[in-house]
């Protein structure tokens, strides 16, 4: 049948007629493909835009049938048993989006839609109304690489991640397999981007990601998880001599240095690794536990793998336990704080002192000392909480102290998560204006790991605390970087040095050498000298040798409380 025998005004009804015209309004619309299909499916129409969407021409299509030409074959069954159910019992065929094929046998997604036309009579007549979705599709299909790629490296992302452990998961399950997840956590990448900038840091990720890439033999998924974070599922695992096997082969491709334009960048990485299903059984757990076992690699000196052990994971209960007292210790005001005096070494009276943090819990066997409690709350808010705390105590005792006539500068601890609120040094102002302080009256100690990792608005919301008065003290000198170099960036009015560089000074030329190195520099720097850990008169007289200004230690002072303090001061005015 051809499109001019449907011009003809007979022997068609009014509402057969009507129907006509509505099939050549839309035959005539820009990529709506119409095709016209007998009670046999045989093609009996074949417009312009079914060749442009499906490649068939009308002479190669009249004819055929449907199922022969556009319909994969996976859906012929069906499709034949739907237009049959249309003729005999009046079913319609649904609208909805399909996926058919070209003449090529490539796929082209559509939009179809069905009418019967004569469908009370002898030869009844399907008609398909296709809307092509190929643009949509692209753009669907980007939209949806984009949502599942991280687009600095070209690798998958963590949405894609997630997806594949589910299916990974769920297949191992089935088949009693097993698979690795290794953590990759780039050394020191934090340093490198802001020594070089973050182009360079951008460029030095990607090749990383491609390095990776080329290492990895066999199958599974590498993801860039964020950051300098970089997450690899190994299928088909055995056991955890295979999972060393690879971890070794992932921490030799960081063995020769990027080279990046015209810088040479060496770099390293820590890897924790778990195993399903022996490490976890679920995504998060799978994830978490082997970002624990990475940070027990960079707690052991970095550059170096772990895999996860349930003595770790006890260690994890442990320190969640520790965290959930220290919340609820919080709201109960269970800690105290300490002093310990900083003398100076001329006169021999108190210039300062260092507000210690203590824990005490009403049930004692809760507490443990700082060194292990602190770290703990680091890595959580609660460090920002309990920072908050020591603020304010220290604030509230140096205002009690002025008004007993006795002036003391207190110096309390800073982390680093606690500069990176915005709000820090808001609160410290707020905090001095309550108890009319002077920005003299508190001092701030850092570490020189924190200052290393401060970006350009921290850094310059301390040079502003310089600039009004606050004394800012670079504490435990020599345990991070040591590198004097960094020291006339930083917005600090005293050096304290690490009792490690003190404690065989005064004997051995070489730790001596480098104790005067630094008093020097110091000094050099306009930087006061104070010295951690004095405990003999031997180690005074050595200071006082190199004209150090502050020492603190067992010598003069253990840590002692705001009585014993006052007491003090009291006796030394």
């Not at 994890?316 to 005096?341: D, G, K, W």
Request: glycine content about 4%; overall charge negative; proline content about 3%.
């Amino acid at each position: 049948m051809s499109l001019t025998e449907y011009r003809e005004p007979a022997p068609f009804s009014e509402h057969d007629s009507a129907e006509r015209r509505f099939l050549q309004l839309i035959s005539a619309l820009p990529k709506v493909s119409v095709q016209g299909y007998d009670k046999e499916r045989n093609v009996i129409y074949w417009n312009k835009s079914s060749e442009d969407i499906y490649g068939y021409s009308e002479c190669e299509a009249i004819g055929r049938k449907l199922e022969d030409l556009i319909i994969p074959d996976f859906m012929k069954a069906d499709v034949i048993n739907l237009h049959q159910r249309w003729i005999e019992f009046g079913e319609a065929i649904p609208s909805e989006e399909l996926v058919l094929k070209k003449k090529g046998g490539e796929p082209v997604h559509v939009f179809s839609s069905h009418v019967m036309l004569k469908e009370d009579t002898e030869s009844p007549e399907m008609y398909c109304v296709d809307i092509d979705l190929s643009e949509q599709h692209a753009v669907r299909q980007e939209l949806e690489r984009m949502a599942s790629t991280d687009l600095l490296t070209e690798l998958p992302n963590r949405r894609l991640l997630k997806q594949f452990l589910a299916n990974a998961i769920s297949e191992a399950s089935t088949n009693n397999l097993s698979f690795a997840l290794f953590f990759i956590d780039l050394d020191m990448f934090k340093e490198i981007n802001d020594t070089l900038g973050h182009t360079w840091g951008d460029e030095l990720l990607r090749a990383v990601g491609e390095r990776l890439s080329d290492c990895i033999d066999g199958e599974g998924l590498l993801t860039r998880f964020g950051g300098d974070e970089f997450v690899y599922v190994a299928i088909n695992i055995n056991d955890e001599s295979d999972c060393e096997d690879i971890a070794k082969n992932l921490s030799y491709c960081f063995k020769q240095s990027f080279q990046l334009s015209t810088e040479n960048i060496h770099i390293t990485s820590s890897i924790g690794i778990s195993l399903y299903p022996k490490h976890g059984q679920e995504i998060d757990d799978l994830l978490k536990n082997a970002d624990v076992a990475m940070y027990q690699a960079k707690a052991e000196g970095r550059n170096r793998y772990h895999l996860f052990t349930h003595a770790l994971s006890q260690q994890l209960r442990q320190h969640r336990s520790i965290a959930a007292n220290l919340r609820t210790s919080l709201s109960h005001n269970e800690f105290e704080l300490l002093y310990q005096p900083q003398f100076d070494l001329k006169t021999g009276k108190v210039a300062s002192c260092e507000a210690l943090l203590r824990w005490r819990p009403q049930n004692e066997k809760l507490a443990v000392p700082p060194n292990i409690f602190i770290p703990i709350a680091e890595r959580s808010d609660l460090i920002v909480q309990i920072g908050n705390w020591v603020l304010e105590n220290a604030c509230q005792q140096a205002r009690a102290w002025k008004e007993k006539g006795i002036e003391v500068r207190i110096d309390v601890n800073v982390s680093g998560k606690e500069l990176e609120k915005t709000a820090y040094f808001e609160r410290l102002a707020d905090c001095r204006n309550q108890y009319h302080l002077l920005p003299k009256d508190i001092g701030l100690e850092l570490t020189e790991n924190i200052l290393i990792k401060s970006d350009n608005a921290i850094l310059e919301n301390l040079r502003h605390q310089r600039d009004l008065g606050v004394e800012i003290s670079l504490d435990d000198f020599g345990t991070g970087y040591s590198s004097l170099s960094y020291l006339k960036h930083f917005p600090v009015s005293h050096l304290k040095i690490d009792r490690s560089f003190l404690k065989g000074a005064p004997e051995k030329a070489f730790d001596s050498a480098l104790m005067e190195a630094i008093v020097n520099v110091g000094h050099k720097l306009d930087l006061f000298i104070v010295v951690e850990g004095v405990e003999t008169e031997k180690q005074s007289n050595y200071c006082k040798s190199l004209n150090v200004e502050f020492v603190q230690g067992y010598l003069f002072s253990k840590p002692i409380s705001a009585d014993a303090m006052e007491a003090l001061l009291k006796k030394q005015r």
